[in-house]
């Protein structure tokens, strides 16, 4: 049987750490190996017990502004192995898109009002784990949205199963895993990317995380 997940989870609010740690705690897969409440404490313990994720809030001690981004930028240098949850109380295209700079590998955002939401940042913290990254569904709607009634963006030109796809892109799915939710091909799915990102300009350049980043990229504008 592999070794459960080993989580660290980094919140000021006693009441939603506890809430938190209760959630994942919960999981027979996951192991939360520890807690703490401040920024320099979150980067000391991370490198100092290395679990495979950390859990954490944006904003918290001692500047309550973008500690959790911070973290996770620091962490990519020092241990890039960890992987990151983001968890926020607002949607904020900001910190979503620094937190994937330069990369989405092993980065997940989640908007705090769903951490309750039946598995879903227990499925956060599996998708990151294992390399992946995990955009909350919501988040990814909200931005959509937003392109949407803007009517300028380029968003605008995408037809309605292009947009499905473009969403199911940036919450890190595979062409497969696609395919399968809207019962096509994959042929089709790949001819849905293609255009996409066709209508939006986007270049290959050969990055792993182009998908993912260049889509949220576009939704933020």
Known sequence: MPEPLRVLIAEDNILVRAGIEALLGDEPDIDVVGTCTRYDELVREALRV??????????????????????????????????????????????????????????????????????????????VATGGSYIDPLAVNTLVGAGRRRGASPLADLTVRELETLAEVAEGRSNAAIAARFRISERAVEKHIGSVFTKLGILEDGAHNRRVKAVLVYLSR
């Not at 926020?88 to 989405?104: G, T, V």
Request: net charge neutral.
């Open 50 to 127: 290395r679990p495979d994720v950390v859990v954490t809030d944006i904003r918290m001690p001692p500047g309550f502004s973008d500690e959790g981004v911070r973290a996770a930028a620091q962490l990519r240098e020092q241990a890039p192995a960890i992987g990151v949850v983001l968890l926020s109380q607002f949607l904020d295209p900001a910190y979503l898109l620094a937190l994937i700079e330069p990369s989405s590998e092993r980065r997940g955002y989640l908007l705090k009002d769903r951490v309750a939401t039946p598995g879903q940042l227990a499925t956060a913290v599996r998708t």
